[in-house]
């Protein structure tokens, strides 16, 4: 079973600190990484992946540092970029062969991993079809067979969700929830529902920060008393609107409900509610 510490993590651009002495223990199970865009996210997998070296700090794989594990590493990992990049002229067959290859699959075990990731991902029916044919969402999906090819111990996954619709979001979370046994798997989002349902562990990331971690009771106390719901009039719901973080607004008849996180009670009538994931998601990343 692999196990991933990263030791005081950091990594620098020029004038700018991506990611800001990062320490964790990584180990069996769904790790959903939280942040808004430019947190961080990103360039933390790419050091886990290998693709970055740190300014500073260390990742070991088992108590070794991932550069001196160098091909063994490699062969451990499955990662689906953010921006994931394909042959658009090959078939979906094809360019899963391709990688296979790329990847040393054995010849012999290939060709049945390639057709066990085409049915796994709903791509069988589709494999001889010229991948610049496909919908964004089937594009993902390839990406996701692609980066389970070579049966990883560490999946990593970046933004995996981005552009597709509430079907496939749902078809994505039941493949990871099937596969996250005896695996480490790292889903970095900005995206809250993808992570509530199959994340064990919660990490939030913040100006290169990891703020909060823990499972969902735990990251939950973060925002216990903050979370209001109110019904208001128009003139007074554009007010706390524009006065506070409002996770939720829907019109009632004359009235409006809303859903807002304040330090305190707000106003008189405001109710106090328990925080669910966007909520502590809105308090963490989104209040100032």
Known sequence: MPELKLDRVTK????????????????????????ANGAGKTTLLRMLCGVLKPTSGEIRCNGIEIGKLDGEYRQMLGYLPQNFGYYPDFTAGRYLEYLAACKA??????????????????LE???????KAFSGGMVRRLGIAQALLNDPEILILDEPTSGLDPKERIRFRNIISALSKGRIVILSTHIVSDVEFIAGELLFMKQGKIIVQGDMETVGRCAEGKVWEYLADPEEAMRLNAAFAVSNLRNEGEQVHLRFIAEECPCKGALSVPPGLEDVYLYLIGHE
């Open 12 to 35: 620098r651009f020029k004038n700018k600190t991506a990611v800001k002495e990062v320490t964790i223990c990584l180990q069996e199970g769904v790790y959903g990484f939280l942040g």
């Open 105 to 122: 699959v054995p010849k012999e075990q290939a060709k049945e991993k390639i057709q066990e990731m085409l049915w796994l991902t709903g």
């Open 125 to 131: 029916s589709e494999q001889n079809v010229k991948i």
